[in-house]
């Protein structure tokens, strides 16, 4: 069984800085993608960024130069760096990760809410 887990999440003012943590645990090979979505209020789920386990990564057009995603391997860990928050910014962010054991198969976190107020 894996377990993902986020940490990190909270309010902020527009302008600050949030640094969210999300770790994997139990028994896989390895995970393959590492992900953010999130769902703010009124507004389907999206998704945000994610880096492959090459280290490739990827960013929606409207966090793109404000947020920083990385990873660490040894840790099965995944963290995503949000800076000069905006109030529309505000949303529940849910970890996805892509983890082999016998197969591929997705695991989501429970979402962490980030608040962002003017």
């Known amino acids: 069984q894996v377990q993902v887990v986020e940490s990190g999440g909270g309010l902020v003012q527009a302008g600050g800085s949030l640094r969210l943590s999300c770790a994997a645990s139990?028994?896989?090979?390895?995970?393959?993608?590492m992900g953010w979505h999130r769902q703010a209020p009124g507004k389907q789920r999206e998704w945000v960024a994610h880096?492959?386990?090459?280290?490739?990564?990827g960013y929606a057009d409207s966090v793109k130069g404000r947020f920083t995603i990385s990873r660490n391997n040894a840790k099965n860990t995944v963290y995503l760096q949000m800076n000069s928050l905006k109030p529309e910014d505000t949303a529940v962010y849910f970890c996805?990760?892509?983890?082999?054991?016998?197969?591929?198969?997705?695991?989501w976190g429970q979402g962490i809410q980030v608040s962002v107020s003017s």
């Open positions: 996805m990760m892509v983890v082999t054991t016998n197969s591929a198969r997705n695991y």
């Open positions: 139990g028994s896989f090979s390895s995970i393959g993608y």
């Open positions: 880096i492959l386990s090459g280290g490739s990564t």
